[in-house]
């Protein structure tokens, strides 16, 4: 052998160390590690993770021990990683179990020393059998609503971003605090739960990341990024990341039907991620083989490079984007159309998602896809003008709501 050969030959060998180095440094987002989290949640031995019922309490356990696997700190009741709370459905529709329960929300924490937090959040419970409301099933009772999508997705993303930071070499310059709220289905009542008994000083959180329905990506590959209007530092980060694999629809509310509302209420800057509704949404066919992996996995990946740059920024300063009013014109709504808007708006009026079987809008003629643009004299330009809408309406009142379907506009007679 050459002196030459043998200087290649060492030259090759470091260099195939130093990349070996590397790479077993660098930390990834796994799609089996998503597909093996999501599986086991939406599985169903977890009856559909109802709150406080047999298949949540299953889901809560497991959370607890894939956080302890990566030796996050609980940060839980009496050192441990559950924060319990009383659960009670206030539903009035349909044969809806009303009994009072306890639940759990499941904490851990990476403390890197800081002294600005970031949440990192989830939704893990579901609809269980169908006998606690909100299911967009004609019969749902005894089915299992396994909740792939929602909120088995979610929960997927908070494990692996916890063992990405866990396991990370450069710790960021935030703490990280990673929850999986329960009874979200039912009112936000975990996050609102956690809000009102923070474990953390609420002045030290810096921002507020939730993951509700990140498993479907859809072919446009774009992901729907709420509550961009609650700090003034969102709009120089979140634009940046985009790329041929992932496009931002942006919407400014802090206010959404989701976890990082009850944070928003506090005063603290939100961002919800939401690959968007399907027909699946509240049915018992949410199921784990229709999820994209890899779609979820873009997702992660732009919300890691998110956090990166939020961690090197001073506290994040609160705005607000709407009133209150809003919040509180939506829990005196006596009347309800039956459907699922969208939540990302272009001012232009409140698309239709999904709408429910045997309530008002079915019934009327409403269908997925439309877009309303008016009740009666009241302009819909998005959800909170829609909310806003239905609270001049009580129960047996009929409305006259305009639609833009396709490119034709028609006008429905609902009756509430």
């Not at 496009?247 to 976890?259: M, Q, T």
């Amino acid at each position: 052998m050459t002196s030459n050969t043998m200087k290649r030959n060492a030259f090759i060998g470091i260099t195939l160390s130093l990349l070996s180095f590397y790479n077993a440094g660098a930390q990834t987002i796994s799609t089996t590690d998503i597909k093996k989290h999501i599986t086991i949640l939406a599985s169903d031995k977890m009856e559909g993770r109802g709150s406080g019922k047999k298949g949540g309490e299953l889901a809560a356990d497991y959370i607890a021990g894939q956080f302890k696997v990566l030796k996050l700190v609980p940060k839980g009741d009496a050192k441990g990683y559950f924060q319990y709370f009383d659960v009670k459905n206030s539903s009035t529709h349909g044969a809806v179990d009303t009994t009072n329960r306890t639940t759990k929300n499941v904490i851990g924490y990476l403390d890197n020393g800081a002294r600005e937090t970031i949440v990192i959040g989830a939704h893990y419970d579901h609809l269980g059998m169908g006998h606690d409301g909100g299911s967009l099933d004609i019969s749902p009772l005894g089915k299992i609503h396994n909740g792939a999508d929602d909120n088995a997705s979610g929960v997927a993303g908070v494990l692996e971003l916890a063992k990405y930071y866990s396991q990370n070499k450069e710790k960021e310059k935030v703490n990280l605090l990673f929850i999986c709220f329960s009874g979200e289905e039912m009112g936000l009542l975990g996050s609102k739960y956690f809000t009102d008994h923070p474990i953390v000083d609420l002045s030290k959180i810096d921002c507020m990341l939730n993951m509700d329905m990140v498993g479907r990506l859809p072919e446009n590959k774009t992901l729907i990024v709420s509550g961009v209007g609650t700090s003034p530092s969102w709009g120089n980060i979140l634009r940046k990341y985009e790329s041929d694999k992932l496009k931002a629809s942006f919407d400014s509310s802090g206010i959404g039907a989701s976890d990082h509302t009850s944070f928003y209420l506090k005063n603290i800057p939100v961002l919800h991620f939401f690959t968007g509704s399907h027909s699946d949404y509240h049915k018992p066919g949410d199921d784990a083989d229709k999820i994209n992996y890899v779609g979820e996995q873009i997702v992660l990946q732009y919300i890691i490079q998110v956090i990166s740059d939020i961690a090197v920024l001073p506290h994040l300063a609160f705005t607000p984007t709407k009133t209150n009013s809003n919040q509180s014109a939506s829990v005196s709504m006596k009347v309800t159309m039956g459907i699922m808007p969208s939540y990302a708006s272009d001012g232009n009026g409140l698309k239709v998602d999904a709408v429910s079987e045997n309530k008002p809008a079915k019934k009327a003629g409403v269908l997925t896809g439309d877009v309303i643009v008016a009740i009666d004299e009241h302009k819909v330009t998005d959800i909170h003008t829609y909310m806003e809408a239905l609270n001049f309406y009580e129960k047996g009142a009929s409305a006259q709501v305009k639609i833009r379907r396709g490119a034709e506009t028609v006008t429905l007679t609902v009756q509430f």
